[in-house]
C-alpha cells in the first residue's frame, strides 16, 4: 500500500510518496529531472542494510557516489559539512547533479543544508528510513549543529521529492522506533484529540511499532506537519507549534550529550514538562477528567521517560533553553496546549521554568 501527498510550499511543490513500495517511483522521478550525477549520502548502519535496495532501484541510468557520515548527531558538524562539500567537489558534482540523503534525520538535515549551500543552491531527495525522519524530511528545514547549540546553523531548503520505503522501519531497533514515535505523539497532541486517542488505544506498547501499524499515523503526522508548514514556510508564525516538547528536548540533548539519550526521548521528556507549564500558563483543559494521568502511564509503559534525571541541575537546563530559536529579547517561550489541538506559543519567566523542572526531577 502507498500513496502520494503533495507538499504546496509557496517557494514550490513537491511529491511525497508514503508506504511499502514507495522506493519503485524513485527511477521514474530520477529520469524526468535526468541528473547529471547523484551524490547519496547516508550512514554506515543504513549503507550496510539498504544500499543495495536503492542502486536496484535507481539502476544504471545515472552516475553516482556514495558518502557516509557517522551515525546520529555526530553528522551535523562543521567538519562533517566540510568534508561532504570537498566529497562533492572531488566528485565533480555541478549544478544539475542531486543529492541523495538516504537515511535518518541527522543525514537529511546535513545532506539539505549541504545541498543549499553548493554552487549556491542544488536540488536533493529525501529517502527517510527511520520512523523519526517522517517529521524532519519534509518542510523544508536543513541545519547543522553549533557547540552552543542544536540546529542553530541552518537554511531553508525544500527537497524535490520525498520517498517514504516504510519496509525499511522493519530493521530499526525499539530504541529508535521509540524516538521517532514521539514525534507522532507530538503531532497528534497538536493535531487533534481524535488522532492521538487513536495512538493511546491503537499503540499500546513498543512491539506494536511494526510497519503495517505505522502507516495510517506516519501519513496523519505528515498531513498534521504540512497543514503547518503550508500556512507557515519559515517559520514566522504558527510552524512554531511543531516544536512542542522540543525546548527542554534539545536542551536535554546537548546537557546529557548527543547518542545519550535520543532525540524522541529527550521531546517525551519535553512534552511532558510543556504540558506541566500549560497547566500553569495555558489554562491547559484536559479531554476528560484524569486524562493526564492516562497520558503519563501510557508514555511510561511505551518505556519513555517522564522525570528528570536526579542528576540535572534546573538552573543549567534553564540557560541550556535561552539558546532555543523561539526566544525573544532574552525570554523563554514555549509551545504550550490550552487543549490537545490547540497549541499557543507562551513566555514563561525563568523562575517559573526552574521550579517546574525542579518538579520533575526523579530518583
Known amino acids: 500500500m502507498k500513496e502520494k501527498l503533495e507538499i504546496r510550499a509557496k517557494s514550490g511543490t513537491y511529491p511525497l510518496w508514503i508506504g511499502t513500495g514507495a522506493l519503485k517511483e524513485l527511477a521514474g522521478f530520477l529520469r524526468g529531472r535526468n541528473p547529471s550525477k547523484l551524490l547519496i549520502v547516508t550512514d554506515p548502519t543504513v549503507k550496510q542494510l539498504h544500499l543495495d535496495t536503492l542502486l536496484e532501484e535507481i ?61 549556491r543552491g542544488i536540488g536533493y531527495v529525501q529517502i527517510p528510513t527511520t520512523i523519526l525522519a517522517h517529521d524532519s524530511a519534509i518542510g523544508g528545514k536543513t541545519a547543522i549543529n553549533h557547540p552552543l547549540g542544536k540546529n542553530l546553523i541552518g537554511a531553508f531548503h525544500h527537497p524535490l521529492a520525498v520517498f517514504y520505503e516504510l519496509s525499511f522501519l522493519e530493521t530499526l531497533p525499539v530504541r529508535e522506533k521509540l524516538s521517532g514515535f514521539a514525534e507522532i505523539i507530538k503531532e497528534a497532541c497538536i493535531g487533534s484529540p481524535d488522532f492521538l486517542q487513536e495512538l493511546m488505544e491503537e499503540i499500546d506498547g513498543p512491539e506494536k511499532l511494526v510497519p503495517e501499524n505505522l502507516y495510517l ?93 536526579a542528576s540535572l541541575s534546573p538552573e543549567r537546563l534553564a540557560e541550556r533553553m535561552k539558546l532555543d530559536k523561539k526566544r525573544e529579547k532574552g525570554r523563554l517561550r514555549f509551545v504550550l496546549l490550552r487543549k490537545i489541538g490547540e497549541p499557543v506559543l507562551t513566555a514563561v519567566p525563568e523562575a517559573a521554568v526552574i521550579e517546574h523542572l525542579t518538579r520533575m526531577k526523579g530518583a
Open 217 to 309: 499515523p506516519l501519513k496523519k503526522g505528515i498531513l498534521v506537519k504540512k497543514h503547518f508548514v503550508e500556512r507557515d514556510e519559515r517559520e514566522e508564525s504558527v510552524r512554531a507549534f511543531l516544536n512542542f516538547g522540543h525546548t527542554l528536548g534539545h536542551a536535554l540533548e546537548k546537557e546529557m550529550g548527543y547518542g545519550r539519550i535520543a532525540h524522541g526521548e529527550a521531546v517525551a521528556t519535553g512534552m511532558v514538562f510543556a504540558l506541566s507549564l500549560s497547566g500553569a500558563f495555558a489554562g491547559f483543559c484536559a479531554p476528560y477528567e484524569g486524562w493526564t494521568g492516562d497520558w503519563l502511564r501510557w508514555l511510561e509503559t511505551l518505556g519513555y521517560r517522564t522525570k528528570l534525571p
Open 59 to 119: 539502476g544504471d541510468d545515472f552516475p553516482y557516489g556514495v558518502y557516509t557520515v557517522p551515525k546520529g548527531e555526530e553528522a551535523k558538524t562543521f567538519r562533517e559539512y566540510e568534508r561532504l562539500l570537498t566529497f562533492a567537489l572531488e566528485e565533480e558534482l555541478d549544478r544539475r547533479s542531486l543529492f541523495l540523503a538516504f537515511g535518518g534525520g541527522a543525514v537529511g538535515d546535513l545532506t539539505g543544508f549541504a545541498a543549499a549551500t553548493f554552487m
